[in-house]
């Protein structure tokens, strides 16, 4: 193990256990190898990023304080009553914004969150468990739309998202809703938020302009209103981002925990073209010597678990970041669709105070200085908490949009009273049977306990 190498795990004891865990979770076989393989990968990471003669290559981070401007940062959640049912009940999401430098706090901090009853939606394949997931990420992109519609955030030059900012998933595909249900998530019973109104005849236009319509799956789902998911989350993000250029205001992406391996997959296959012997030992042990380059970077990242996070912090130094580089989710999914969403580029920066380094998202149109100036503020915010690598107003708008435990209480309560009024008599007659079965069925439900575990 080179010094170098070593000096890094050194540091950093938490990313030291991540390697060994990873090590138990490969086959038996690998393992002796494992850890020495993982931290030769490194060091070739860190000597070509270094070298300037691949896609790849690190740089230093500015630190150098930026002068202070007001930003938005805005995050989700979702929360699931204590019953048997597979979608959750309510999602939100929030915006804190900030004003830097301005005493007054009432007009330095502000607040404002998207609350939306999963029973106000009619439509969607609620049985599927990404359902909340889908409706998160529209109200999310909601909330960005306020942002930079509403006059309470007028002043606003920086607004962040907390998790990627081209957010293309394939299990969102099959996703659809009616239109009523799209005025729900992006706040039209708001009468203050008129703008979404707007948005929506917009969303018409872009449809009749879209290369895709006339498809047979376009014009059955227009028929059918079933409009699907993935064509508004592809205008939304077109929409904030053609808004936000015209504000002036910078829109970035912030992943906290990346585990993605498009930078690991790109680094294993070109170093099995340049040094195929660092993968000689493993690829006999996994039986892949003699195939396909292709065929043998699967197999590498399916037997070892490799991912960029784990390697990128092992392969940069802190306060150092990748050059940015384009990211295209056409080679992950086959849908055509997916060339609907607005391009985007990334980068990997590694904080001081942080173990892995977080992934920013910006669009692809930016240029340098604007690349330039997001990172930097990024970076900036994230220094300022200790031992966690990310920004310190993602931290505090991811707790603001969490949903307290004592509004899914209140949520549950309801149903329950609900039900008891349906017990009742009010809404429809059930037998004697019929009522004890819904009762036990409904106050049955849940967590296991001590209290409610049969005696033996």
């Not at 990873?22 to 393989?37: I, T």
């Not at 703008?195 to 917009?202: D, M, P």
């Not at 939304?236 to 990346?258: D, M, N, T």
Request: aromatic share 8%; net charge neutral; glycine share 8%.
């Amino acid at each position: 193990m080179s010094s170098d190498t070593s000096d890094h795990l050194q540091g950093d004891p938490d990313l030291f256990v991540r390697i060994a865990e990873n090590a138990l979770l490969v086959a038996d076989d690998l393992r002796r190898e494992y850890f020495q393989s993982t931290l030769g990968i490194a060091r070739e990471m860190r000597t070509v990023f270094r070298s300037g003669s691949g896609r790849h290559r690190i740089t230093a981070v500015d630190t150098v304080p930026m002068p202070p401007v007001p930003v938005a940062f805005i995050d989700g959640g979702i929360a699931q009553a204590d019953l048997s049912i597979a979608a959750p009940l309510v999602v939100r999401a929030g915006i804190f914004r900030v004003k830097p430098g301005e005493r007054d706090l009432e007009k330095r901090e502000t607040f404002d969150h998207f609350p939306l009853m999963l029973g106000q939606l009619r439509g969607g394949l609620k049985a599927d468990r990404r359902y909340g997931d889908v409706v998160r990420q529209l109200v999310e992109l909601g909330a960005m739309v306020a942002a930079l519609e509403d006059d309470a955030f007028d002043d606003i030059r920086l607004l962040m998202l907390h998790g990627p900012l081209q957010f293309v998933s394939g299990p969102f595909f099959g996703h659809w809703f009616f239109p009523e249900d799209y005025e729900a998530m992006l706040q039209r019973n708001d009468a203050e938020r008129p703008y979404v109104l707007t948005t929506l005849s917009k969303f018409a236009g872009w449809c009749k302009e879209c290369h895709l319509q006339g498809t047979e799956r376009c014009t059955r789902d227009i028929g059918d209103k079933h409009l699907p998911a993935v064509c508004m989350m592809a205008f939304l993000q077109h929409h904030i981002l053609e808004r936000a250029r015209h504000k002036g205001v910078l829109v970035c992406g912030v992943v906290e925990r990346s585990f993605g391996r498009s930078v690991t997959r790109h680094v294993v296959k070109e170093m099995l073209t340049t040094r195929p012997e660092l993968f000689d030992r493993l690829l006999g042990a996994i039986e892949m010597r003699g195939r396909g380059v292709t065929a043998q970077v699967d197999a590498i990242l399916d037997a070892t678990r490799y991912n960029d996070a784990v390697l990128l912090a092992l392969a940069m130094n802190r306060g150092e970041a990748l050059e940015w580089y384009p990211v295209n989710p056409r080679l992950k999914i086959n849908d055509e669709r997916v060339a609907l969403f607005p391009d985007v580029q990334n980068t990997f920066v590694r904080v001081t105070s942080a173990k892995y380094p977080m992934r920013i998202e910006v669009p692809a149109g930016y240029g340098a200085e604007e690349c330039e100036g997001v990172l930097r503020r990024a970076y900036e915010y994230a220094s300022l908490l200790p031992g966690y690598a990310f920004p310190i107003g993602l931290d505090i708008a991811d707790k603001y949009a969490a949903i307290p435990g004592w509004m899914t209480k209140a949520y549950h309560q309801l149903i329950l009273a609900e039900y008891g009024r349906l017990l009742a008599g009010e809404f429809v007659e059930m037998t004697d049977t019929e009522a004890l079965k819904a009762m036990i069925v409904m106050q049955g439900t849940g967590k296991r306990s001590r209290r409610t575990r049969p005696e033996v």
